[in-house]
Nanobody, 117 residues
Framework: QVQLVESGGGLVQAGGSLRLSCAAS????????IGWFRQVPGKQRELVAF??????IHYADAVKGRFTISRDNSKNTYLQMNSLKPEDTAVYYCAAQDRRTWYYDYWGQGTQVTVSS
């Protein structure tokens, strides 16, 4: 099993920045990527960005040029969010992709990001 804990959410004004952190523990060798997702009440959870163990990175079009995903080791992953907009308001989750299933099977509890206009 893999455990994930997010931190760094909060309230920020439009145009501001936040840095989210995701700390992984447990059997991390089971995973091959970490993704950041976000969800607004009444809407589907959406992928914001992911980073693979090989360093490959993908961003959703809505955040390209504003958000940066990074890892400092196999345990810690970050999402630097700049030029935040009110539409970025959501609960942000980090998730780990299981190398056996290729699904994001492990999820953190989520952290709220609120961007005021």
């Amino acid at each position: 099993q893999v455990q994930l804990v997010e931190s760094g959410g909060g309230l920020v004004q439009a145009g501001g920045s936040l840095r989210l952190s995701c700390a992984a523990s447990g059997n991390i060798s089971l995973t091959n990527a970490i993704g950041w997702f976000r969800q607004v009440p009444g809407k589907q959870r959406e992928l914001v960005a992911f980073i693979g163990n090989s360093g490959n990175i993908h961003y959703a079009d809505a955040v390209k040029g504003r958000f940066t995903i990074s890892r400092d080791n196999s345990k810690n992953t970050y999402l630097q969010m700049n030029s935040l907009k009110p539409e970025d308001t959501a609960v942000y989750y980090c998730a780990a992709q299981d190398r056996r299933t290729w699904y994001y099977d492990y999820w953190g509890q989520g952290t709220q990001v609120t961007v005021s206009s």
